[in-house]
């Protein structure tokens, strides 16, 4: 089934709950307890229709502007023995690899699967603040995406998060009021803003 089906079945399932009463009014209600929406369901129905555009939007959308962003990318294997070593391998290649005056986004990998995305405005020793963590040991490779200007840094981390869906985030990508929306997000805040709209409760 289509993105577009799988969010209209959504919406029509929330509309056919939020409108169960109505339909019986005139008409003798069929066996059974009639369908109601609670609050609770509406907003597990807006997360569901936000998975939904997001991964509609990831190749059409996420993917594109994540590389109008990028500037240049630079790629470190993990390389050494043990936590420390692999640490200071990883400061020692961002010294000569990294301008540190520019912001970037930092992404871990697993082998294809995406662990952790993050941003800084210096060279490693945000990123190797990481390799203290658990989930570090299976980490293969570290992408750092520069972009062009600064104000571009938590756009492209909020991009980065949808285009490659990291296993190991859990805290919203922190935004600033005068740098550009992500336009995932942007579709994300109108779903709910929208639902919330048509779907309001006493």
């Known amino acids: 089934m289509s ?12 509309y056919r709950k939020r409108t169960g009463w109505l339909r019986t009014v005139l008409t003798k209600a069929n066996p059974g307890p009639v369908p109601t929406l609670t609050k609770n369901q509406r907003e597990d129905t807006i997360k569901k229709l936000q998975e939904i555009a997001s991964h509609a939007l990831v190749k059409r959308v996420a993917r594109k502007e994540f590389h109008r962003s990028v500037e240049k990318r630079k790629t470190w294997m993990t390389k050494g023995r043990g936590t420390e070593e692999k640490r200071k391998n990883f400061r020692a290649w961002a010294r000569r690899k990294i301008d540190k005056d520019s912001g970037k986004v930092y992404v871990f990998w697993n082998g294809k699967k995406c662990c952790y995305v993050g941003r800084t405005r210096g060279r490693g020793s945000r990123p190797s603040q990481h390799f203290k963590r658990g989930w570090f040991k299976g980490t293969t490779r570290i992408d750092v995406y520069m972009a062009a200007r600064k104000g571009e840094i938590p756009r492209l981390e909020c991009l980065a998060r949808h285009r490659f869906l990291p296993s190991r985030n859990k805290i919203k990508v922190a935004e600033e009021n005068w740098t550009p929306k992500c336009p995932v997000c942007v579709l994300h805040k109108e779903i709910k803003t929208e639902l919330r709209s048509i779907f309001r409760f006493r």
Request: aromatic share 8%; glycine share 8%.
């Open 3 to 14: 993105h577009q089906g799988k969010f209209n079945r959504r919406l029509d399932r929330l």
